[in-house]
């Protein structure tokens, strides 16, 4: 017998960002402003398009877009069932809103409602738990994206790793390497210069400067049983972009395999 999906979950948010509305809306509703801050995205721009989020090898997520109304506000809907793996009859769609409302002074405010209905079984609860946690990183790298980046092209670079231990002790690990200090010091780091944005807890923001300008993300989330990823990923805006991941990738995929986790 299976359960109707009636127990409601809900993640709302606001931020205030820099540019006009059509800027704002580029970011956040078209596919090559969302890959610039977020994922890897795909996106026919219209009522009743498709959607695809990638969100690491062989992992991503479906959708479409419901609701279109430029340069205000976008409605779409993922598959929650089939990115969970659990029964379709279980869950509802994950729907999630952006609405961009001007502000005086060249900014705007995006507020962000995210919304599903499912069982109530424990593992949704640690699901939106999680997903407020790790989704609103990312607004940090678009407020970013819109103060430095505007309308830019990103090509993204990513390295993840899998190691033992808590993600407390990782992410330790991982901000040391890095040489993570207070907001605003200086960053090098194989080659790459910057300044420190935000540190958060288990992840922070940087701004490159060199060798291609752009922002570099560093994190660690615990998988259980005693394991943690740990990952850093780069969006870089220049014409030099394609060519330095090409050339650096596998570098930065050594160096984070290298981390030395205390035990």
Same mark, same amino acid.
């Given at each position: 017998?299976?359960?109707?999906?009636?127990?409601?979950?809900?993640? !709302?948010?606001?931020?205030?960002?820099?540019?006009?509305?059509?800027?704002? *809306?580029?970011?956040?509703?078209? +596919?090559?402003?969302?890959?610039? #801050?977020?994922?890897?995205?795909?996106?026919? !721009?219209?009522? $009743?398009?498709?959607?695809? @989020?990638?969100?690491?090898?062989?992992?991503?997520?479906?959708?479409?877009?419901?609701?279109?109304?430029?340069?205000?506000?976008?409605?779409?809907?993922?598959?929650?069932? +089939?990115?969970?793996? /659990?029964?379709?009859? +279980?869950?509802?769609?994950?729907?999630?809103?952006? =609405?961009?409302?001007?502000?005086?002074?060249?900014?705007?405010?995006?507020?962000?409602?995210?919304?599903?209905? $499912?069982?109530?079984?424990? *593992?949704?609860? !640690?699901? #939106?738990?999680?997903?407020? %946690?790790? #989704?609103?990183?990312? @607004?940090?790298?678009?407020?970013?994206?819109?103060?430095?980046?505007?309308? /830019?092209?990103?090509?993204? =670079?990513?390295?993840?790793?899998?190691?033992?231990?808590?993600?407390?002790?990782?992410?330790? %690990?991982?901000?040391?390497?890095?040489?993570? $200090?207070?907001?605003?010091? +200086?960053?090098?780091?194989?080659?790459?210069?910057?300044?420190?944005?935000?540190?958060?807890?288990?992840?922070? =923001?940087?701004?490159?400067?060199?060798?291609?300008?752009?922002?570099?993300?560093? @994190?660690?989330?615990?998988?259980?049983?005693?394991?943690?990823?740990?990952?850093?990923?780069?969006? =870089?805006?220049?014409?030099?972009?394609?060519?330095?991941?090409?050339?650096?990738?596998?570098?930065?995929?050594?160096?984070?395999?290298?981390? %030395?986790?205390?035990?």
């Amino acid at each position: 017998m299976s359960t109707t999906p009636n127990v409601p979950y809900r993640l !709302e948010f606001s931020v205030e960002v820099p540019g006009t509305p059509e800027q704002v *809306w580029q970011a956040v509703a078209t +596919a090559k402003g969302m890959s610039a #801050w977020f994922l890897p995205t795909e996106m026919e !721009e219209r009522e $009743g398009g498709a959607l695809h @989020f990638t969100m690491g090898p062989e992992m991503g997520s479906d959708g479409h877009v419901t609701e279109w109304e430029p340069p205000r506000r976008i409605v779409y809907e993922e598959d929650w069932a +089939a990115l969970m793996g /659990q029964d379709p009859d +279980a869950l509802s769609p994950l729907t999630s809103e952006f =609405l961009v409302e001007a502000r005086s002074g060249g900014t705007c405010v995006v507020r962000v409602t995210s919304s599903g209905f $499912g069982t109530g079984a424990d *593992w949704e609860s !640690e699901f #939106w738990d999680e997903m407020g %946690a790790s #989704w609103m990183p990312f @607004f940090d790298n678009l407020r970013l994206y819109l103060a430095h980046f505007p309308g /830019q092209e990103a090509t993204q =670079l990513e390295v993840t790793t899998s190691s033992p231990g808590d993600a407390g002790s990782v992410w330790a %690990a991982l901000r040391d390497a890095l040489g993570l $200090g207070a907001e605003g010091s +200086a960053v090098e780091v194989r080659g790459a210069t910057g300044t420190v944005e935000r540190v958060g807890e288990r992840q922070a =923001l940087v701004r490159l400067s060199g060798p291609v300008p752009g922002m570099l993300t560093a @994190f660690a989330f615990g998988e259980g049983e005693g394991k943690t990823t740990a990952g850093v990923r780069a969006y =870089l805006f220049s014409a030099a972009a394609a060519d330095y991941v090409q050339r650096e990738q596998p570098g930065w995929q050594a160096w984070l395999d290298g981390l %030395a986790v205390p035990a």
